[in-house]
Structure formats: structure tokens, C-alpha cells
């Protein structure tokens, strides 16, 4: 059985201080429910030792949104492995949709940071999805595979535990539109069988794939209802504690 994940992707949103408050109220709010399913929340950069900080004597688990393949050197802008462990993440998003599109990242430079964020013990979350043209135009299946198949290419999981993908169709994000429960539960299905290809049936069974797009409290229980539906990535609904509390409880049938 596969521990459904909950977690919120804060974007380009949250402060020091909205972080500090937001945690508080994440632990206050949701204390009977952790355990229940693995929890992480993903914030800025420059707040992710505040949420370290106030998450820490809880099961919170705290990821950065991204990183860069290289362990250090000259590359202005750009935060290492080596530093989002160092202060204390366990996880790090690889490869949203919004990278993608607003900076150039491509299934080559996924590839090297997944190997990066593996290399420096942390666990990605390999996001993929398709556009709505790309949906629209029937490639769907395509452009998954060679996300697949690019993005995890030469990589070898020996522990299913230690990496998450992310199916995340581009046109649910933020939109308010979610994939139909039969066209997301296709779409994991056909995800782990090109896991299953990759790394051997054993390994996709315990893989969780998350789903994420336009997730809220409203529709967390039939999408994480579906059998291979592990769990979801949040965006907006992870700014406010109480819908992502809501989102932990529906998930989890409480
Ligand atoms: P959304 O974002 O929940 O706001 O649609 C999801 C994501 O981008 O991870």
C-alpha cells in the first residue's frame, strides 16, 4: 500500500514572516494528522530556513522548488544540492511546468538535476505534463513519454521511496480546470507501466505519483481515490491552511 503524499508548491508566494505564520497554523490545525500521509510543503528559497525552523519537531517535510546540476562554482542565481540539504530539505521539485515554460528548462537539464538532487541525498519530484495543445492535438501520450524517457534518462532507482513523480497537465494549473478522474487515472497508469519499463514492475508499484492542477478539499478525495493516484501537488490551495488541511483530510478519507 502506498502512503498518499500531500504537497503544496508555494510558488513565488510567502515571506519569512507569511511562512513563519503559515507553518504555525499548518501545525496547529492539522497536529491530528500527520502520520496519516506524508506531508511537504515547498516555499521560496529565501524562506526555507524559516520553515525548516518552525516545522521541525514535526513530520512537515520541507522541499525546494528547484536547484541547479551543478554542487557549486560560477552560476550566479542559481542555489546547489549541497545547500538545500545543508540547511535541512528532504525534497526538491524538478521540473514544473512553470520552469519549463518561463525558463527554458528542457528534459536535458531535468535529467542533470535529478541526478544532482539524487547524488546529494535529496528526493525529486519529477514533474511532467502535457499543454492543452498538445492534448488537443492527440500527442498527450507522446510528449509524456519523452519527458519519461529523456528527463529520467541513465538513472537507476533502487529505492522507490526515494523519488516521486509529479503528472501535472499544464492546462489545470492554475486554471481551475481539473483533468476528468478517468483521464488522470489513464494518464498514472500509463505513467507507472513507463516505469514499470525503466526500473522493473516491483519499483513502479511503490512509486507514488502525485497528481496536481486546480486541486482543492472539493475534488482531493475522487482524485486520490483513484488507483494510481498517490497523492497531489498543490499550488494555490497550499497558500491557505485551511484548504490544505482540507485537501490532507479528503486525501487521506478522514
Ligand atoms: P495549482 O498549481 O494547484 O494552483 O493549479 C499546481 C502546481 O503548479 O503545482
Known amino acids: ?55 521541525r519537531e514535526t513530520k512537515i517535510q520541507v522541499s525546494g522548488q528547484d536547484l541547479f546540476w551543478e554542487d557549486k562554482g560560477a552560476f550566479t542565481g542559481q542555489i546547489s544540492g549541497p545547500m538545500l540539504k545543508e540547511i535541512g530539505c528532504s525534497h526538491v521539485i524538478v ?20 541526478v544532482a538532487a539524487i547524488r546529494n541525498g535529496l528526493i525529486p519530484i519529477f514533474c511532467l505534463g502535457e499543454t492543452l495543445q498538445e492534448r488537443e492535438s492527440g500527442s498527450t501520450f507522446e510528449v509524456l513519454k519523452r519527458q519519461l524517457v529523456e528527463g529520467l534518462k541513465s538513472l537507476v532507482i533502487d529505492n522507490p521511496l526515494r523519488f516521486i513523480v509529479a503528472y501535472e497537465p499544464v492546462w489545470a494549473i492554475g486554471t481551475g480546470k481539473t483533468a476528468g478522474l ?59 491552511a485551511d484548504d490544505f488541511i482540507g485537501i490532507i483530510e479528503q486525501g487521506t478519507g478522514i
Request: with cysteine; glycine share 12%.
Open 182 to 240: 478517468e483521464q488522470a487515472q489513464e494518464v498514472h497508469t500509463f505513467v507507472r507501466g513507463e516505469l514499470a519499463g525503466l526500473w522493473g514492475k516491483k519499483i513502479a508499484s511503490e512509486i507514488r505519483i502525485l497528481y496536481g492542477g486546480s486541486v482543492k478539499p472539493a475534488n482531493a478525495h475522487d482524485l486520490m481515490g483513484c488507483p494510481d493516484i498517490d497523492g497531489g501537488l498543490i499550488g494555490g490551495a497550499s497558500l491557505k
Open 95 to 114: 521540473g514544473h511546468s512553470e520552469r519549463r515554460q518561463y525558463f527554458g528548462e528542457t528534459n536535458q537539464s531535468v535529467n542533470k538535476k535529478i
Open 1 to 55: 500500500m502506498r502512503k498518499k503524499i500531500v504537497a503544496g508548491n508555494w510558488k513565488m508566494n510567502n515571506n519569512t514572516a507569511d511562512t513563519r505564520n503559515l507553518v504555525k497554523e499548518l501545525i496547529l490545525k492539522g497536529k491530528n494528522l500527520w502520520g496519516k500521509c506524508e506531508v511537504i510543503i515547498a516555499p521560496p528559497f529565501t524562506s526555507l530556513a524559516s520553515a525548516i525552523e518552525e516545522a
